[in-house]
């Protein structure tokens, strides 16, 4: 596995080991010696995916204390435009962004630190994106910041949204409870 820093610290692009042969391919998608020798979080305590038409956006997600978690997340099936908010005081990056493009072909995968929000946007009919979550869903503790109030580039002004991700604060009225460990203090 590869694993390149974002601007975000902390967030992490993930290129998994993959072997083709004449069948298909074999790829390795998690190993916890390598998430651990990074220091990152990765006892996964739920998985789930979500399957979007062209033009929707989800997000921009997160859990509030105390269910925050880290994600590591991948597209199974198409592309997506990825992006991750970070939220944490104290860090060198609060209230920036870095995007990816997650491709089912590539294989590639975004590692989100816990305090930072998450977001994608389907390039592809029938985009599939797969959550791996270290804390439990805690529906009371579902939290986001609006898609259009973070400066992202999103590939779209007028997304598919649903009623809810409508209806988050903007990124400038959320008073964030993460801080960056080492960083400060919320």
């Not at 601007?7 to 190993?31: M, N, W």
């Not at 105390?66 to 944490?88: I, N």
């Not at 579902?142 to 209806?167: H, M, N, V």
Request: glycine fraction near 10%; hydrophobic fraction near 35%.
């Amino acid at each position: 596995m590869r694993f390149e820093e974002s601007p975000v610290p902390g967030c992490y692009l993930i290129q998994p080991e993959a072997h083709p042969d004449e069948r298909g391919r074999f790829v390795k998608t998690f190993s916890r010696d390598a998430f651990l020798a990074r220091g990152l979080e990765c006892d996964w305590a739920e998985s789930f995916y979500s399957v979007s038409r062209r033009g929707v956006l989800r997000g921009l997600h997160f859990q509030l204390p105390p269910h925050h978690h880290a994600k590591l997340v991948h597209c199974s099936h198409g592309r997506l435009f990825d992006v991750v908010v970070d939220l944490r005081t104290g860090s060198p990056t609060q209230g920036r962004f870095a995007t990816f493009e997650l491709d089912a072909e590539r294989g590639n995968q975004v590692y989100i630190p816990a305090g930072c929000a998450h977001g994608c946007y389907a390039l592809t009919e029938g985009a599939t994106i797969v959550y791996h979550v270290t804390s439990a869903h805690a529906p009371q503790y579902d939290a986001g910041i609006r898609w259009d109030s973070a400066g992202i580039p999103w590939p779209d002004t007028q997304p598919l949204l649903s009623a809810r991700d409508r209806e988050h604060p903007r990124l400038g009225d959320f008073d964030s409870p993460f801080a960056m460990p080492g960083g400060g203090s919320a």
